[in-house]
């Protein structure tokens, strides 16, 4: 409990200082679920996202009306469950094989199941950005510490191996809240932690997993009603900005140089949002916003690599794959509108992503023949190849939007953007790709198409 004491002291003297009391302080609680996601795993098996339970509470205190400092306490009850490939474990016989009791043939495989199972209680602290939207729109970024409370794994482990109890890590927020009451608002919150520190002796394991929270919500401070009754301070639409949510699907495929004739394209979902900020009386906007992207590509050709095509002299395998990266993206872009009500708009600009994780998934197929001797291997690939990838990537973007109004400040809204990435997605020293003159050749990067649906709600903003 030690590890409270300062948010605590914080919170206290914060409501306590006359001159903060005109500020605001949100206080909520809720439950979910969470979705484990371990880091840095070998490609040796397939590791299973298993859901647990997430609860949590927490305090966010609004120094202006958009940026504020939240903390909490959070408990999360993580379980990975790995599935190592088993090349060839040999026969396991019945210990009564003359029965008649087993059927023949007398050999079983038994698959394997490995199983990580953590609680966390961990201490996150952000720093967060609001738009005063309906619902209001609440960003976090920062860091947290956890402490494991219970933690166990099946007998395949050595109890000799070095197992942390204590963690850091990044941890990344968005959180809706729509008002009930003056006061009181329901909440629902997306997270993504990654931790920083090996867990586990001898290996580079590291936590991670995303949470889906829901909740209600408290705001205390702010200003008197009395106050504002006197003053006429209110609330009123904000045309300056345009804040759209949207989902849908993106289209990518791998624009590299050479040797892309194996590459097809992918298709993953996409989905985030976009603010748009009127410059000064002129109809052109600063677009920014953030947008969850999954793209990479296909792969149905022969290789000695699951996720990539690598020259003619070592192929083994004919793969069927399909290699994808979970992408955080961020553009910067000048939208301009044409139309006196501002319904289409084309934008152009740079964006910047960051890359989540990457995972290689598919079939590959060997075949060995040799004076009458024939030998057909099929491997279910479901590798974590994230070290293998650059961990950001940034480029060009060009778009058009549609913004038809429908009620009250609401729009239907609909998007079409390409981005071309600029930089090479593969950490070729990872990944294991010699520098010499044919690999030289090797250059991949990402390209995607998206389309998009939702909906445009309004912003306000406080007049006196």
């Given at each position: ?110 698959p394997v199941i490995e199983n990580f199972n953590h609680s966390f209680l961990s201490l996150p602290l ?339």
């Amino acid at each position: 409990m030690k590890h409270l004491t300062i948010p605590c002291v914080l919170f206290i003297m914060s409501v306590s200082l006359p001159g903060l009391k005109g500020q605001k302080f949100t206080v909520g609680a809720g439950s979910g679920i969470n979705f484990s996601d371990i880091h840095n795993v070998e490609a040796s098996g397939y590791w299973k996202p298993k859901p647990g339970p997430s609860a949590g509470m927490f305090v966010r205190w609004s120094i202006t009306p958009v940026l504020g400092l939240q903390t909490g306490l959070d408990y999360s009850a993580v379980y990975y469950e790995n599935h190592p490939y088993v090349t060839d474990p040999g026969p396991i016989y019945y210990p009564m094989s003359s029965s008649s009791m087993y059927p023949d043939p007398r050999i079983i495989m038994i698959p394997v199941i490995e199983n990580f199972n953590h609680s966390f209680l961990s201490l996150p602290l952000q720093l967060t950005v609001t738009v005063p939207s309906v619902p209001s729109l609440t960003l976090g970024a920062g860091m947290f510490w956890t402490s494991v409370i219970d933690q166990d794994w099946n007998y395949s482990y050595s109890l000799e191996d070095f197992v942390s109890d204590t963690d850091y890590g990044y941890v990344f927020s968005l959180s809706l809240d729509y008002p009930v009451t003056e006061r009181m608002n329901f909440f629902t919150r997306g997270r993504y932690l990654t931790g920083r520190k090996e867990f586990f002796g001898g290996r580079d394991y590291r936590h991670g997993y995303s949470d889906l929270m829901a909740g209600l919500s408290f705001t205390l401070g702010g200003g008197r009603t009395d106050e504002d009754g006197v003053s006429g301070s209110g609330e009123e639409m904000n045309d300056d900005v345009r804040l759209s949510w949207f989902a849908g699907a993106a289209v990518s495929w791998n624009s590299g140089n050479v040797l892309n004739a194996g590459y097809k394209p992918y298709a993953g979902p996409s989905s985030g949002f976009s603010v748009g900020f009127r410059l000064g009386e002129s109809k052109t906007r600063f677009t920014t916003g953030l947008t969850l992207e999954r793209v990479g590509y296909s792969m149905c050709d022969s290789s000695d690599s699951y996720y990539r095509f690598a020259g003619s002299d070592h192929l083994s395998y004919y793969v069927d794959t399909r290699t994808s990266s979970d992408y955080a993206v961020i553009p910067a872009l000048l939208s301009f509108s044409l139309g006196e009500k501002d319904i289409l708009s084309l934008s152009t600009g740079p964006w910047f992503a960051a890359r989540l994780n990457s995972q290689c998934r598919g079939l590959a197929v060997n075949e060995n023949e040799a004076g009458g001797y024939y030998r057909r291997t099929e491997i279910t690939v479901n590798d974590d190849i994230t070290e293998f990838t650059r961990r950001n990537d940034f480029g060009w973007m060009i778009g058009a939007d549609l913004a038809v109004p429908l009620h009250n400040g609401t729009g239907f809204y609909l998007g079409l953007k390409f981005r071309q990435g600029l930089t090479e997605t593969m950490n070729r020293e990872s990944a294991g790709i010699p520098d010499d003159t044919l690999e030289k050749q090797i250059f991949m990067r990402n390209s995607v198409v998206s389309l998009h649906a939702g909906l445009t709600v309004p912003v306000f903003k406080t007049v006196k």
